[in-house]
């Protein structure tokens, strides 16, 4: 299994370099950062120093949206730092929950992320695309250019369409029941598409918080820490309810019934600890949607994760352990899962 580090831009830059490197070091693969423009700093400018500063890291945003950029542009950035470091990008997209909502406008729509996908792959592998009419290439691309498009989905018609079109699979929680519903659904797609389901990389991302032991402060600590974690996801939780309605048939219970009690969403906290807008999120989902514990609960989940088909397991790194968890998981978690 592999395994990515993923976190936001805060200033300074220079600690999420600092933090990518340690990651590198501890036998991580992807390093990967949230991308929402008025948030946090711009990540691709970012992105330079880590792969300057590694040598076999991958890196990449989980997840840009085919909304704040034109295609060939995120195309043309991705294609420019694999020319320089050697296809070490991967483009992970999305509706853009936080990065359009912020900047007053909706998410993307299935139909957009999907012709976005299409180009920005197409340009970025070095092959042309048409941008509504007008059919493009950049003449400046190697022969052996690779971007692979790896897709953030929960919902039914966004699962199958990462099945049929994506590169990845990048499915934001680690619930062993939801991981195995969502991954079959990717999956079964893939085939029905022609695919061969072998084909589209999965990625799980979650927070994960080691702990000395198991006692009841330790994990209470824990789960204060990783709880924004269910705030985050039931923003596009409740996308889908609103579509769907509740108990619908084609979007599980496990997933919808725990945010019957959000009462909104301040964007100002996303993503960080303390959030006060995920009072709602019980211990019982942020137990099943994270990794917290001792480090063998970690390599319990993780080989459990593995059997069910996930390929890397990204790590969400926001909380007041950041370095621990890195050195935990590369000094006693990554070479037990990987033994």
């Given at each position: 299994m592999d395994f990515g580090l993923v976190l936001q831009t805060d200033p300074p830059a220079s600690r999420v370099i600092n933090l990518m490197q340690r990651a590198?070091?501890?036998?991580?693969?992807?390093?990967?950062?949230?991308?929402?423009?008025?948030l946090w700093q711009e990540p691709f400018v970012i992105y330079s120093q880590i792969l300057a500063r590694t040598e076999r890291l991958i890196v990449g945003p989980m997840v840009t949206n085919p909304g704040t950029r034109t295609w060939e542009v995120t195309a043309s950035t991705f294609a420019t730092l694999n020319d320089m470091f050697g296809n070490r990008t991967v483009c992970g997209?999305?509706?853009?929950?936080?990065?359009?909502?912020?900047?007053?406008?909706?998410?993307?729509?299935?139909?957009?992320?999907s012709e976005a996908m299409k180009v920005i792959r197409a340009l970025g592998s070095g092959r042309e695309a048409d941008l509504g009419g007008t059919v493009v290439r950049f003449p400046w691309t190697e022969p052996d250019a690779a971007l692979p498009v790896w897709m953030a989905a929960y919902g039914p018609k966004a699962l199958k369409m990462t099945g049929?079109?994506?590169?990845?699979?990048?499915?934001?929680?680690?619930?062993?029941?939801l991981t195995r519903y969502?991954?079959?659904a990717v999956k079964d797609a893939a085939v029905a598409a022609g695919r061969d389901p072998s084909e589209v990389t999965i990625c799980v991302?979650?927070?994960?918080?080691?702990?000395?032991?198991?006692?009841?402060?330790?994990?209470a600590h824990a789960r204060e820490q990783c709880r924004w974690f269910g705030g985050m996801v039931g923003n596009h939780v409740a996308d889908?309810?609103?579509?769907?309605?509740?108990?619908?048939?084609?979007?599980?219970?496990?997933?919808?019934?725990?945010?019957?009690?959000?009462?909104g969403y301040d964007y100002a906290h996303h993503g960080r600890s303390g959030n006060p807008d995920t009072a709602f999120v019980p211990d019982e989902i942020v137990d099943r949607f994270c990794l917290i514990g001792p480090v063998e609960r970690h390599v319990e989940k993780l080989n459990a994760?593995?059997?069910l088909g996930v390929d890397q397991f990204a790590v969400y790194d926001m909380h007041d352990a950041q370095e621990?968890?890195?050195?935990?998981?590369?000094?006693?978690?990554?070479?037990?899962?990987?033994?």
């Amino acid at each position: 299994m592999d395994f990515g580090l993923v976190l936001q831009t805060d200033p300074p830059a220079s600690r999420v370099i600092n933090l990518m490197q340690r990651a590198e070091h501890n036998g991580f693969t992807h390093g990967w950062t949230f991308d929402s423009a008025v948030l946090w700093q711009e990540p691709f400018v970012i992105y330079s120093q880590i792969l300057a500063r590694t040598e076999r890291l991958i890196v990449g945003p989980m997840v840009t949206n085919p909304g704040t950029r034109t295609w060939e542009v995120t195309a043309s950035t991705f294609a420019t730092l694999n020319d320089m470091f050697g296809n070490r990008t991967v483009c992970g997209i999305g509706r853009g929950d936080s990065a359009m909502r912020v900047a007053g406008r909706k998410p993307n729509t299935l139909a957009r992320i999907s012709e976005a996908m299409k180009v920005i792959r197409a340009l970025g592998s070095g092959r042309e695309a048409d941008l509504g009419g007008t059919v493009v290439r950049f003449p400046w691309t190697e022969p052996d250019a690779a971007l692979p498009v790896w897709m953030a989905a929960y919902g039914p018609k966004a699962l199958k369409m990462t099945g049929e079109e994506a590169d990845g699979f990048i499915l934001q929680l680690s619930d062993l029941y939801l991981t195995r519903y969502m991954v079959k659904a990717v999956k079964d797609a893939a085939v029905a598409a022609g695919r061969d389901p072998s084909e589209v990389t999965i990625c799980v991302a979650a927070p994960a918080y080691v702990t000395d032991d198991d006692s009841p402060a330790a994990l209470a600590h824990a789960r204060e820490q990783c709880r924004w974690f269910g705030g985050m996801v039931g923003n596009h939780v409740a996308d889908l309810v609103a579509k769907y309605g509740e108990h619908s048939s084609q979007v599980p219970d496990e997933l919808t019934e725990y945010i019957k009690a959000r009462q909104g969403y301040d964007y100002a906290h996303h993503g960080r600890s303390g959030n006060p807008d995920t009072a709602f999120v019980p211990d019982e989902i942020v137990d099943r949607f994270c990794l917290i514990g001792p480090v063998e609960r970690h390599v319990e989940k993780l080989n459990a994760l593995r059997e069910l088909g996930v390929d890397q397991f990204a790590v969400y790194d926001m909380h007041d352990a950041q370095e621990a968890v890195i050195d935990a998981y590369g000094q006693q978690v990554i070479p037990a899962v990987n033994a």
